[in-house]
Every structure is written in structure tokens, then in C-alpha cells.
């Protein structure tokens, strides 16, 4: 009967294992799956997570109510809060305080701004005593002709590096230009 068969298999033995029989078992290849039981929520802890997250949900609100709050704050009125002096964008002599600007540039380290308006305000006071005619339209190499000053000339040299030629204003050239603007002021060498 099981002649010229290779494979020889008892029928009875198989009905009692059943459809539920794991072969892989018997050929050893066997992957044995832990089973995982997931125990059920307590029904304390499932309150009290509840409560925490509610109750971080409402920090976070706070948080981010207060944080936006103080950027407003800061962005609208910190600005304000601080005394600062308008610097006229245009080379003036009219209506500015030329004393409190340049304490204030002086102040904040800003020597591009302290040579400028120093400059403008040896114009100015040039043009207060008679010694030049300002006008807005006039250059400063048009002052340097009209003055014939060589210290003025020095003077108008150092603002227009700073000013036009892309030269970083550094204290050693605010001290010269406070030096040579008290030259003028006082005649100066011809």
C-alpha cells in the first residue's frame, strides 16, 4: 500500500491535532509569539491622566497668551521707553542740536555719525560768521574753494572718506576731526 510513496502520513493521528496544529513545530522552525495581554485601564489613573493633560493644556495657553503679550509689549512701547535723538538724514545745518546728537553718537560709538555732524556743524558755524555761504545744493570740495582754509580741507577730507568713500569711522578719526573742526573754528592755518 505504501509502496513507491515517499511520504507516508497517519490520517487518524492528524484528525486528532485538528486544523489548530502548528507543523512549522514539528519541522522546527518554530516562532514562538509571546501573546501580550494588555491590562485594562484603572479607572483612578484614567481620571487623573485626564486631569494632567487638561491641566497642561491650560499652562501652555497661559504660556503662550503671556509670551506674545511681552513680544507686543516690547516691539510697540520698548522702543519708545528710550530717549533717542532724531539724526536728520539729509546734511543740514537748520533746527538741529548738534551738541546733543553728537553726545548721543559719541555715546552709542557711532563715529561715521560724530564726524558728520561735526562736519555740519563747523558749516554751520562758519556760515553764522560770515565765512562761507551754505546752501543744500553746494558740494564740500565747493566750501573748501570758497573758505581757502588748509585745516577746513583736511577736515572736509576726513568727512568725505567717511561720509562717501565707504571708510570705517574709527575714534583715532573723531579725534582728529574734533581737532582740526576747533582749528577752523579758531582761523586756522590759510
Known amino acids: 500500500m505504501n509502496e513507491g510513496k515517499t511520504l507516508v502520513f497517519n490520517e487518524k493521528t492528524i484528525e486528532e491535532w485538528g486544523e489548530a496544529y502548528d507543523y512549522n513545530r514539528e519541522l522546527g522552525k518554530t516562532k514562538l509569539k509571546p501573546e501580550i495581554k494588555i491590562p485594562e485601564k484603572d479607572l483612578n489613573n484614567s ?109 572736509t577730507n576726513l568727512f568725505m572718506k567717511v561720509r562717501y568713500g565707504g571708510y570705517a569711522a574709527t575714534s583715532m578719526m573723531y579725534d582728529e576731526a574734533k581737532r582740526l573742526s576747533d582749528l577752523v573754528l579758531k582761523g586756522g592755518r590759510r
Not at 78 to 103: C, H, N, W
Open 47 to 155: 481620571h487623573l491622566e485626564d486631569l494632567y493633560t487638561i491641566v497642561l493644556w491650560i499652562v501652555g495657553v497661559f504660556l503662550l497668551v503671556g509670551f506674545t503679550t511681552f513680544l507686543v509689549y516690547h516691539l510697540k512701547f520698548g522702543t519708545q521707553s528710550r530717549k533717542s535723538v532724531e539724526i536728520p538724514e539729509e546734511d543740514t545745518i537748520y533746527g538741529v542740536d548738534f551738541e546733543a546728537l553728537i553726545a548721543q553718537m559719541e555715546k552709542e560709538g557711532n563715529y561715521m555719525q560724530c564726524i558728520r555732524l561735526k562736519y555740519l556743524s563747523v558749516l554751520k558755524a562758519l556760515h553764522d560768521s560770515y565765512r562761507i555761504v551754505w546752501e543744500p545744493y553746494k558740494t564740500p570740495t565747493q566750501y573748501v574753494y570758497e573758505l581757502k582754509n588748509t585745516d577746513f580741507k583736511s577736515l
